[in-house]
């Protein structure tokens, strides 16, 4: 806040233009200036600029921030006076004068820096009403309500934001008298009742204040201004700055705009309109509106708003206005917009657009849409689909079943099939979540608290609130099933249960939900498996058509191989082998081999388990047939083979004829203090004789038995967990050595091709990946072992400290979830680097988690890897991905040149 | 094995100089000759140039050797013509003849490499013996028995060695006729006895060959040559020098020598000499010699040789021409001497000469006297201790208490003290030392196959062998307690128990070896701590002298930074604060804290705590006055201070207050899967609440506790496990609060600077050293995780492969002993340069085991390193090998020069 006028008068003397104005006649702005007018001032004045019925108003700028901190908060030269200019301009433009009494001028201040960013101030409101404007309005008993309204908002907004007043000091004045009143919502305060709190709010002003409210419209705008560049320095801001290393800002700029009212009288309205359906992308005004009512009104869900449709008939040259608004900001920005809209006293204006929220299914479709329409073109139209969210089209939905009963019908607000049981509080959802239930919760509305509630839930259902209200939104941002709206619910959190027509569903019962129809049925139905649409094919296939990048899958059963194939996989990149130990006739041989004290059960344990590796190949090679398998050797630790509970240790003695003593004994020495960094991988293929031979058989007899049913199979041999050179020399001439004697005895004399390769997933495998190389035909890296080792960090011992770490941003994202550039990239850059220094053809992949997010799928791209390789459900997420990051690297290539 | 003659037609006709003789009269070669001569042909030439009475011979050189193998295994032109040359000028020199009855020349060869190799080829005694040589030598009753036992020796090692007959072969037969004809050992078997082997061996030999044995001495001689020449090229010489990487050695050269006989008659005799007391240093003759022997018969240990002292007394010009011989020697070599000589008839032969192993304590001496005498400088004086020997100079040894049982005294063949339980096989040694029992070894004589019980015993006692027999050999090498030739003690292994004066010792007694003295003690006698003696300081002083390298040591508690300081320690490179919470008035208040379930009883345990933590450090602190003390904050899992056991459980839970099950709940909680890669180091002090606040609130209180005192304290304040530059930005920020508040406070207005560092111990950490350096004062390298995790290894489990390992060559050596310098010192250099970058003068070390192994003390030289820090008796290896690492790394640059 500057201290007084006077200060200003010993600021720089060089005048500099700090005010840029939006006003439909002479707009000083557009849509490129987000530098200099922050994105909100620059949209503004776009919006403006085309014509479009925004509210008109004037934007301090950026750089009027940056000069205001350097002068230690002084408002640099010049400034008030083009504010007083063009506050004059919008006193002429609108017919109203801002502190007059007749036709009031009442203005917004809003911060807005060219990113968005929290921490900074937010918004003041009505300003330019005092206690003279408000008795001159509350004359005509029409908007004596609305006046009083105004007043406590503006004081409470200002003696907030900036005064420093806490927000609780007035809320708990409006409890009380609400209270007394008899009101249960704002709302039904009545005029007297508004005059009480007005009274209380100036008391409240004044004793912290030391001052009465301001009554001069200057004063307020000026101070309004002053805090909104403050806020530019809160330590907040600062800190989430630092936090984001977001150094190329200057400062935030300060619009002031014309206030319009949707609650000024019956003829006014607010509402939100998308420029087509966020939840199907069909191309069609969607959206709805709430009469006498302002914008907060139908984001809160409180009263459930009318359907976009009902305009037509209600003001249909609005609609028409709309509509025609609709489609000049769509040519314009090239994107589906979400609006928001007011309408005063029968005027339309539009106060804000911005690209809208949707759906994957609807992103698909808007997008083959928009390139139809050549609106953009086909690589743009990959970009436009977020890779992650991509994944909803993979939902489950319900199966179209007959005997389904249907409770009630609510708005379809995001779709997706979900069954579980109902919760009703927030800490009820997350205990139960936790607890291993599914769970839908369940309230009449949703707001800010209940979101981590909704995070844990399988659904979300509401008894109020459109398909704009917070729960759609926030719920269509995950891609969770919601409906909203569904009026005939009645919920009783206190008894925890709903009733619905006279029937009453409790926390025990189970529910379904059908996000896409609006349904709420009760029971589980039954889902089918998902499927890519046609849209989402399209926009794949073109994202292929971009990418360099390979997309594989991990994939161990022929099951999982089909279904990579079918979502686009060009082969298995990680297929593990332990799980196909775990069968419940293989685990009791493979035992037999752990715990064989000579070679002669070892053998015939191992002899056992041949034919059962040797299907799972056939059956996986036959699935992939022509693409790669890379076959990845055991692992895990033995112990993990062995049983831990009491009776399942007694009946494996039993079948073994040993006493239970001696089994324990057996099974302790398996133990292991780390077992994350013990015996496994190819340390375990060197020590546990027969394995690796074993394993390599199956391999190299299936891959025949393909052959000979003219399937073409390409398996490769991937060695794990590998830190020197010699465990792979040393196991690679074992591997040859089978793959060699194999075809001979099975007189097979076509050609054999097995690549062997390595997981490079200890830190010294990369830093040394160019000895590795000589003896590895591929790398694949192993990002989640890698991950682990190099950041020290147990993957199943990470809850006692990652979300401390998270909340204090101590790392910015879980190291688990998307690649550590800076520790873990750093090893991968270097070992590509080695390894393709010393044998430039070497294949290069990487496996794990990491490989379908989007973010370490970028990395990958910079750094040269070959293809990615992650679970099958991921395979869409990781083409697109890859899409992108192709798209990133020729828009980097092309601007470098 | 060269085919014929005939094919030595074909080779290429360029003759080059092949072989090079050396006799007194007319020597080719010299000492600076090892890579044409071998090192065992260099030496013979030398000591002849030397005037010393070597029995003559010539040597094939190795250039030999590789044209032999270019040619596929034939003799390059000219060579066999040299070698019978050579062979005539024997002939001439020693008046006797190759292959003549009357004075029959015998030779040895052996093969001899620039550098000592295993796996090649090793001897061929007495070539130039047949049948007619035999029956002629044999008239003259004196030489029967001699002739023949050469012959069958000839046989023997001719066929196992030339023609790869196996020993056992041989030494079956030997066995049947010593039994036939009750003889217990080789000695002991007659004439008859010795002509009816000879017939077996004839035998063994033609049956296994096809032919008879070669009678022809120059046939003999060839083949003999000629396998010295192949076994270079043995698998297992190949897979040892690939191994090493020796690829600058092109072949080894072969030793063509007049035999000597110490058995001849009773004026001969075989003995073994060093220039110095091995065992002290002392600067006078030492060692043994038996009558009528041969060279073998002294190391073996089977009868008890005489000392060098009675040899003045038999043979007094001998002795004379001996010591002459030392000062020879010595003065050339400038080392310290271990010669083999032989008595033949009277005169003096010797052998062979090598620079002698010794104890620390002789080799401190040593070193010393000879700079006093000039021969060497200061800095060959450090060079030429072992640094890893200096160890045995901080052996304890027994207090002279007037109590002690004197069972009997033997030879002191390798100082320091032992005390144990007697074992009797080796089986037995290893077993139960590894059940954790002190053994002493008790054997009549030892050999190769004792080695490894050697090792693991505390000591080492045998009845029989002199000061250079295996057992006393071996043992002063690892500086292991050794009393050899206690002859008064009879073993009798099949009771488990040794008599002595009639009195026995089984092996559930307890004896005191004391190798300094030769005294066998009964009981357990009390051991005082070790000191270092004036010429181990003097070395040391000398090697702080060269040294850049500082020193410091990990000690945790007054007693050991004393200990440290008088060691040589010059601050505390890591002070580990963990073990201060488990004293008994401790571990309770560490409990409560650790369970407390909100703030008001985990301040109550931390107020406990922090006065035992600031007398600990005001302990160390004072101790090492003026020195940095470099503390490092808590770093284990909670976990490790709750108990496991079920009666340790309910005893707490009892005092705490609550019940067994929920006390065992809570511990649960605290189980992780991976503890290493847990919530520990600085995740604990970020997590868990007042711990970080408390240890340096004692810090900066014992900091100002001494000030106050005039005690120069200097803390340095460490934070462990750091993996991101966040993580220790947070804490310098909570350190630097406590380190501000705290002297405020107290009303202490001195300067407190307390640098504030960490651990580089994760990859993580050091791949972003850079970003961490912004935030620390020094850098400390903890090379155990660092090896954990960079290898992916824990050291708990690696005992399940890492012995494989080793075995099968995949690792040359254990990375937690000696640093994996490709892998871990790649982290580490890269650590430096890029901590180094950002802030140019920050301080480097490195703690954890391997800053006391001298290996890793090079390559801490090479990275440039600050200091090293070791345990406080590592500390004297530390400070020498660090001389060592200058002194190279000033010769690298001076021949870089």
Redesign the interface.
Known sequence: MPRTDSDLKHVDTHEAKWVYGFHLADCEGDGSMRDLLGGKGANLAQMSRLGLPVPPGFTVTTQACMSYHKQNGRFPSGLLEQVWRAVRKLEQQTQKQFGGSQQPLLLSVRSGAARSMPGMMDTVLNLGMNDRVCAALSVGSDHRRFALDAYRRLINMFGDVVMGIEHDAFEEHFDRIKTAHGALTDAELGEEGLIELLDAYKRIFASRTGKPFPQNPRVQLRHAIGAVLNSWNTPRAIAYREIHGITDLVGTAANVQTMVFGNLDPDSASGVGFTRNPATGENKLFGEYLRQAQGEDVVAGIRTPEPIGNLKKWKSRLYQELVRATRVLESHFRDMQDMEFTIEQGRLFVLQTRSGKRTAAAAVRIACDMVRHRLIDRREAVNRVDATQIMQLLLPSFDPSPGKEVLTCGLAASPGAATGKPAFTVDEALTRSNAGESIILVRSQTSADDVQGMHQASGVLTSTGGITSHAAVVARGWGKPCVVGAEQIHVEPARRRFTVNGRSVTWQDTISLDGASGEVMLGSVPMSAPGLSHHASTILNWADDCRTLGVRANADTPDDARRAREFGAEGIGLCRTEHMFFGEERIRAMQRMILAEDEKPRVAALDELLPFQREDFIGILSAMRGCPVTIRLLDPPLHEFLPTEADDQRELALELGISVAKLRRSIAQHH????????RGC?LL??APGVLEMQVRAIVEATIACRRKRIAARPQIMVP?V??E??LR?LRDQIERVVEQVPRALRFSGQLEIPIGTMI????AA??AD?IARCADFFSFGTN?LT???????R??VG??MP??LE????DTDPFSSI?V???G??IKTAVDLGRRRKPDIGIGICGEHGGEPNSIRFCQEAGVDYVSCSPFRVPVARLAAGHAAIAKDKERTSAK
Chains 1, 2 share one sequence.
Do not use: W
Not at 788 to 794: A, E, K, V
Not at 808 to 811: A, E, F, G, L
């Open positions: 292991e203090a780390n077992p994350m960094l013990g015996n340390r060197i020590t967990l830190c020197h010699n465990e040393l997933e200890t830190p010294r830093l040394t000895r072992d682990q080792m190099t950041l020290g960090i147990s199943d011992d006692s400290f401390l770490y204090k941003h101590v790392v550590d800076q520790g873990v750093q090893l």
